[in-house]
């Protein structure tokens, strides 16, 4: 399985990744950063581990480090996402305090 590494989008002064793209399947993979998507188009299944959840324009949802995932496009669909990448640094709980976020890493980091 592929282990993706923030150290390939991101420099130390700016954990911080956006990009659009455009996907087919996506074999199961990680990496050690989070990964907050939205569809902007298509429709599929979102793997995570082995539990399948679909997929439709307008979901967005968050992928945590270290969870297995992949993604199944259905057929003839073409699954368009604008991808946000960050290191779990960036939510660090003394700076979200401060700008009135506290709570926000355990809704981030889903059981």
Known sequence: MMH???SHFFTPEFPLYV??????AIAPH?????ELVYLVSG??????GATGYPLRAGDVYVISPNETHAYHPDPDTTVRIVNVL???????????ERADLSG?????YVE
Not at 43 to 48: A, M
Not at 104 to 108: A, C, I, K, M, S
């Open 4 to 6: 993706l590494l923030g």
């Open 19 to 24: 990009a659009q793209a455009q996907h087919s």
């Open 30 to 34: 990680q990496h050690d950063f989070f």
């Open 104 to 108: 926000l890493t355990q809704l981030l």
């Open 86 to 96: 960050f290191m779990p640094e960036v939510l660090d709980e003394s700076l979200l």
């Open 43 to 48: 429709r599929g299944t979102h793997y995570i």
